[in-house]
């Protein structure tokens, strides 16, 4: 099966985990799946992402709860679509929950949270938002 939009995809596969409290979910290996969830965990929104070799490369991603076994995310938005692009400029960068979450950004300087790309005042295409 092949989706139109790879990355909403990844997204639907997290946002469908969370609720069922498993710690790793398995998504098909891309460049930029791969970036995504790099920024997830450098934000502390997972714990763990790898990539693991087989037949097929994938993305084990490690899903972080809180001790109450709450899950640290709460949100996970699809924004800018195949059929709908959203961009915006760096002043423009939605601001996710006051500056609680983030949106991660498509800029000429590759992949980035909200917050790096306002600091380094590059604009792009918004491609989530999380919290």
Do not use: H, W
Not at 17 to 33: A, D, G, Q
Not at 75 to 102: C, D, H, W
């Amino acid at each position: 099966m092949t989706t139109t939009d790879p990355i909403a995809d990844m997204l639907t596969r997290i946002r469908n985990t969370v609720p069922l409290r498993k710690e790793k979910v398995i998504i098909p290996f891309s460049k930029i799946k791969f970036e995504i969830a790099k920024i997830l965990e450098k934000e502390g929104y997972v714990r763990k992402v790898e990539k693991t070799e087989g037949n097929f490369a994938s993305i084990s991603i490690e899903l972080k709860y809180t001790p109450d076994n709450e899950s640290i995310i709460k949100s996970l938005i699809r924004v800018s679509k195949p059929g709908r692009r959203v961009y915006a400029e760096y002043q423009q960068l939605p601001s996710v929950l006051n500056g609680l979450g983030m949106a991660i950004i498509s800029t000429s300087a590759g992949l980035m949270s909200d917050k790096e790309a306002k600091k380094r005042k590059i604009g792009g295409e918004v491609i989530c938002e999380i919290y």
